[in-house]
Structure formats: structure tokens, C-alpha cells
């Protein structure tokens, strides 16, 4: 889900897609895919939301979906949108490139395991997945492998307040101030962490089992 030109959108399985102007009150949009959406960001006017089997789509107001072509049929997990382009990362570590969410191109990752995640901050990308991989790069084509000290899976990250903040199984938090070094946490809990954001001055996350962490 996310916030932006005043509106909230969510995305899920079936193609499903929902807007809402205040998060209380929910419409159904059309997106014309049966296949689940795993990811939405917002840039350059538009929506893009990404999912399984390749499956992009855009929007200008969140209600009017097309689709685009990808250039490849798997997964896609995540998507995020800075400097004026938009990152989205997927299966067999897919990283894909486009300026306008509807011309992509691939870029190498040199790995084979599934991104997960991608975000923005401190001048450079970040995208994490499976087997602890951490993947950094200056601008979204060259890429190269961070030292994460782990083998867990890592699912989510997200880049406030100056810090980097990765998620992860059994319990793995990840943080880095400058996205080259990364400092595991003591989450206190062993099940799988899915999801990381920051609002009202406090990172939350959030897990399997109704797991809800927060820090200051």
C-alpha cells in the first residue's frame, strides 16, 4: 500500500486493487489482471504496481489501469521510485529499470536468489532477498553485494531518519547510518518479520503471528 497524491492505494491477490481518499472508506478499482500484486510506489505522476509472472501496471489517479510489458515473466516483489526512476526487483534476482514505468530494462544482479525489497537513501539503491543477500548500487545499473552477516531470509527495508532499516526470518533486524555497513538488532521475537516503515517519528514493524514492533 501506499500514500500519495492524496490517496491511498492497496494492492493484493487477484489482480486486486483498492483507492480510498481517507483509508476508512475503500473502492474497488479494475486492473485487468487476475495475477497477484505485490508491489506499489508513486513517481512522475503515475502508480506502478508490480506482481507475479512479470505483471506491471500503471495509473495516473489510481483507478484507470494499463498494463505494460516487463520483458520478463517472473515475479516481481518490489518497486520503488527515486532520482527519477523506478527500481522494481523480483524472482531469480531480477532487477528491472525504467524512467517512465512503462519502458523497462533489465539490469545485471549477479545473484539467483529472489529480491525482495528496494529503497532509496544516502545517493544509493538497496535491495535485499533471500539467503541474507544485500545488494547496493550508486545508480540502479551497476550493482555489487554487501556483507550482510547473516543467511536469514530478508523480506522488507526502508530508508528514514537517516538509517536504513532491514527485516527479515526468525526475527532479523538489520540497520546500516550509511548503507555499506550493516549492524544486526535484538528484535526479541523468532518469527518471521514482513514489513518496516516510519511514521509520526518511530520506525514500526511488523510480522508473522501479529508480531507489531516499534523503536523511537
Known sequence: MIYANQRFVAVGTGGTILVSPNGATWNSQTS???????????????????GRS???????????????NSGTDNDLEGIAFANGRFLAVGGRGTILISSDGTTWSPRPSNTLVTLESVTFGRN?????????????SPDGTT??????????YLTNLTFAANLFVIVGENGTILTSPDGSSLIAQSSGVGDWLEGVNFANGQFVVVGRSGIILTSP
Open 54 to 68: 512479470g505483471t506491471v501496471l500503471t495509473s495516473s489517479d489510481g483507478t484507470i489501469w494499463n498494463s505494460q
Open 143 to 152: 550493482w555489487s553485494s554487501l556483507n550482510s552477516g547473516t543467511t536469514k
Open 124 to 136: 544509493r539503491w538497496l535491495a535485499v532477498g533471500g539467503g541474507g543477500v544485500v545488494l547496493t
Open 32 to 50: 485487468g489482471t487476475d495475477k497477484e500484486l505485490l508491489g506499489i510506489t508513486y513517481g512522475n505522476g503515475r502508480y506502478v504496481a508490480v
